[in-house]
T-cell receptor, first 109, second 116 residues
Framework: GQQLNQSPQSMFIQEGEDVSMNCTSSSIFNTWLWYKQDPGEGPVLLIALYKAGELTSNGRLTAQFGITRKDSFLNISASIPSDVGIYFCARFGNEKLTFGTGTRLTIIP | NAGVTQTPKFRVLKTGQSMTLLCAQDMNHEYMYWYRQDPGMGLRLIHYSVGEGTTAKGEVPDGYNVSRLKKQNFLLGLESAAPSQTSVYFC???????????????FGSGTRLTVV
């Protein structure tokens, strides 16, 4: 199946730091989605991107659809404790979502 | 509205036992999905349904069966549980319109299954 590779696999940061993560694929996509999973909960949609080069923000979160259509980036500015969780990229095709491997974000007190 | 409700939340099975996981949604969604989540693997699709009475295989269907007899319910069955099926299982649902516009799936809070 389609493989979505996310990096880094995990991040340990201090509160207030900025965060960057990315997702890559060998295939071209028409959409990129970013989800967040809080501990003990299911994923929730953060941002959806629909065209190459698109830059979209949702509060302190900014995501970009790569020009090559094979990658996407998610940035979080001035991290706060509630940013802890797993971030997934995802693509939609054939009536279903395929998820990336996830980036686990931990904030060090 | 409860959204998507999964039962049970936790379960321990012995190898070879069977069980059924229940997913119920009260949003009149057409589409329903079962995913499993394993460390470092993300969420992988097991089976899905695009409407009452329909089911289809996802990425990792082996060892699982599903049924969608009622629009609001999607059941995931394990006929003979194996340790490799130890995982967290998530159910999700969506509408045709949300699929077309923003891919906004609604997820349940998960079922943690351990097979010993």
């Amino acid at each position: 199946g389609q493989q979505l590779n996310q990096s880094p696999q995990s991040m340990f940061i201090q509160e207030g730091e900025d965060v960057s993560m990315n997702c890559t694929s060998s295939s071209i996509f028409n959409t990129w989605l970013w989800y967040k999973q809080d501990p003990g909960e299911g994923p929730v949609l953060l941002i959806a991107l629909y065209k190459a080069g698109e830059l979209t923000s949702n509060g302190r979160l900014t995501a970009q659809f790569g020009i090559t259509r094979k990658d996407s980036f998610l940035n979080i500015s001035a991290s706060i404790p509630s940013d802890v969780g797993i971030y997934f990229c995802a693509r939609f095709g054939n009536e279903k979502l395929t998820f990336g491997t996830g980036t686990r974000l931990t904030i060090i007190p | 509205n409860a959204g998507v409700t999964q039962t049970p939340k936790f379960r321990v099975l012995k190898t070879g036992q069977s069980m059924t996981l229940l997913c119920a949604q009260d949003m009149n969604h057409e589409y329903m999905y079962w995913y499993r989540q394993d460390p470092g693997m993300g969420l992988r699709l097991i089976h899905y349904s695009v409407g009452e009475g329909t089911t289809a295989k996802g990425e990792v269907p082996d060892g699982y069966n599903v049924s969608r007899l009622k629009k609001q319910n999607f059941l995931l069955g394990l006929e003979s549980a194996a340790p490799s099926q130890t995982s967290v299982y998530f159910c999700a649902s969506s509408t045709f319109i949300s699929q077309a516009l923003n891919y906004g799936y609604t997820f349940g809070s998960g079922t943690r299954l351990t097979v010993v």
